[in-house]
C-alpha cells in the first residue's frame, strides 16, 4: 500500500514592482479615449508639434495668428475647426520683440471685444534664461493654457543640434509639461539647406538631429506656394494621429496685408472618386445603420480617404435610399439606360455641393 503524501503549494507574496513597471492589464482597464486635437487634424492636444519651414516664409505669422484666434475665442482658423476648454496661450517669442508685436498687431483685424479677449488670455515671454520650462511649468500652475508657442526653437537650444541625446533632454520637459496640463506646445523651425532645396515636403527636411522628428507627434511644414508670393502651402510631413489620406491633403493659404493668412479653395480636398460613389453609398448606409450621426459619417469617410461630404448632403443619401436596399421590392419602368442617367445625375449634384 503506498501512502501518498500531497504538500501545500506555499504561495509567494504580491511582487511589488516599481511604479514605473506597467503590466498590461492596466492598459486593457483603461477607458479609450480618442485622441483630441487644438486645431483638427494639424495640432493634437497634450503634445509637441513642429512647424518648420524656409526662412521668411511666413511661420511667425502663421503661430501668431494662430495663438491670437484662440485667445479671443474663435471657433476656426486657416479653415480648420479649433477645440479649446480655455482660452489662454502662452507666446515665447524669441526673435520679435514687443516693438515688432506692437506692429503687427495694429494691423490685426481686431474688434474692441477682440482686444479685450486677447488682451487677458494671450501672455509673451522675450526674456528668460536657461530656467525657462520652470517659468512655464509654473504659469501653467496657476491657469492652464490651451496652447504654448516657442518661436523659435534654435535659440532655446544650448547644444548640438545635431547630437540627438541633447535634443531628447531638451524636449523632455516640455513633454511632461504638455502630458500633465493637455497643452498644446508649438515649437517653430528652419529647414535644412538641403531641406529648403527639395521641392516636395518631408519630415526629413527638418534641420538637425532626427530626433527633433522623432519628439513631434506632429510636424508641419510652410512654403510659399506657385508663382504668386502670397501663397502658402501647409502639409503635414508627420502626423501620428491622422491617416495618410489626410496627410496628402495639403491646406493653401494666401498672406493679407493685415498679416493673417486666408484659406484658399482646396481642390484636392473637395474631389471625390465619382468611378466608386456606389461604394461611398453603400459605405454610409453601413454607418448610418451603426448608429453614427451624419457628422461622425462625414469625418470617416474623410478619414477613410473615400469623399469629403458635407453632412447634409449625407443626410439627402440616408433618405433618399432606393426602397429595394430596405428589402422593399417594387417594379420599375426605367431601362439600363435611364438607370445610367440616374446615377450621373447624383454624380453631377455631388460634384456642384462639392464646389
Not at 503549494?9 to 516599481?18: F, N
Request: charge should be negative; proline fraction near 4%; aromatic fraction near 6%.
Amino acid at each position: 500500500m503506498f501512502k501518498i503524501f500531497i504538500m501545500e503549494q506555499l504561495i509567494p507574496e504580491e511582487v511589488k514592482r516599481d511604479p514605473r513597471v506597467i503590466p498590461l492589464s492596466r492598459v486593457f482597464e483603461m477607458k479609450a479615449e480618442p485622441q483630441r486635437f487644438l486645431l483638427e487634424n494639424l495640432i493634437p492636444s497634450g503634445a509637441l508639434t513642429m512647424l518648420c519651414g524656409p526662412s521668411d516664409c511666413g511661420k511667425t505669422i502663421m503661430a501668431r495668428q494662430l495663438a491670437l484666434e484662440i485667445a479671443k475665442g474663435s471657433t476656426s482658423v486657416f479653415g480648420s475647426t479649433l477645440h479649446f476648454e480655455t482660452q489662454k496661450v502662452i507666446y515665447v517669442s524669441t526673435e520679435d520683440s514687443l516693438k515688432d508685436w506692437k506692429i503687427k498687431v495694429d494691423k490685426y483685424p481686431f474688434s474692441e471685444e477682440d482686444k479685450k479677449q486677447c488682451g487677458e488670455n494671450l501672455l509673451i515671454i522675450t526674456e528668460f534664461d536657461n530656467g525657462l520650462p520652470q517659468i512655464l511649468a509654473d504659469e501653467l500652475k496657476k491657469e492652464p493654457a490651451s496652447l504654448v508657442v516657442l518661436d523659435v526653437f534654435g535659440d532655446l537650444l544650448s547644444g548640438d543640434i545635431n547630437a540627438a541625446p541633447t535634443v531628447r533632454s531638451f524636449f523632455k520637459p516640455y513633454k511632461a509639461l504638455a502630458s500633465k496640463y493637455e497643452t498644446s506646445f508649438l515649437f517653430i523651425h528652419h529647414l535644412s539647406k538641403k531641406g529648403e532645396s527639395k521641392e516636395r515636403a518631408d519630415k526629413q527636411n527638418v534641420l538637425g538631429s532626427m530626433a527633433i522628428e522623432s519628439s513631434m507627434r506632429s510636424v508641419l511644414e510652410l512654403r510659399r506656394d506657385g508663382n504668386d508670393s502670397d501663397n502658402r502651402s501647409l502639409k503635414i510631413t508627420k502626423g501620428n494621429y491622422v491617416s495618410d489620406q489626410i496627410k496628402k491633403i495639403p491646406v493653401h493659404l494666401k498672406l493679407q496685408e493685415n498679416f493673417t493668412y486666408l484659406r484658399l479653395e482646396n481642390k484636392e480636398e473637395q474631389k471625390i472618386n465619382f468611378d466608386n460613389l456606389v461604394v461611398i453609398k453603400e459605405r454610409i448606409y453601413e454607418l448610418h445603420e451603426l448608429g453614427h450621426s451624419c457628422r461622425d459619417i462625414a469625418q470617416l469617410l474623410a478619414e477613410e480617404g473615400l469623399a469629403t461630404l458635407k453632412k447634409t448632403r449625407i443626410s439627402e443619401i440616408i433618405r433618399n435610399r432606393p426602397l429595394e436596399d430596405l428589402g422593399i421590392t417594387f417594379e420599375s419602368n426605367l431601362s439600363d439606360n435611364d438607370h445610367d442617367e440616374t446615377d450621373n445625375d447624383d454624380l453631377n449634384r455631388d460634384e456642384e455641393n462639392n464646389n
